[in-house]
């Protein structure tokens, strides 16, 4: 049983920093890749960072790039999304996903994994 566990969510004010933890269990990742995406009210699933298991590679939205930063730590099976100089269109519920599968790793469509989500509430 794949299980992804968010936390770190918060409330903050703009600038400010949280770092947000996934916890992975249930499975090898080895071979996947491991994205945030986040929700704001009345808005879709939009995706924010992605990291692969086996090297590390990453990609971001633009909207983030620069500010955020994606990590992973192969010993805790954990995957973090440094956020920084955070602004009040951050907010949002943030995921945590795993996919099998992926080409870029960016759609919602390709992940088959996901976590219940931590909201992150960025005030102005």
């Given at each position: ?21 996934c916890?992975?269990?249930?499975r ?28 590390g590679?990453t ?6 790039k620069g500010r ?57």
């Amino acid at each position: 049983q794949v299980q992804l566990v968010e936390s770190g969510g918060g409330l903050v004010q703009a600038g400010d920093s949280l770092r947000l933890s996934c916890a992975a269990s249930g499975r090898t990742f080895s071979t996947y890749a491991m994205g945030w995406f986040r929700q704001a009210p009345g808005k879709e699933r939009e995706f924010v960072a992605r990291i692969t298991w086996s090297i590390g590679s990453t990609y971001y939205a633009d909207s983030v790039k620069g500010r955020f930063t994606i990590s992973r730590d192969n010993a805790k099976s954990g995957v973090y999304l440094q956020m920084n100089s955070l602004k009040p269109e951050d907010t949002a519920v943030y995921y945590c996903a795993a996919a099998k599968t992926y080409s870029r790793g960016t759609s919602f469509y390709e992940y088959d994994y996901w976590g219940q989500g931590t909201q992150v509430t960025v005030s102005s």
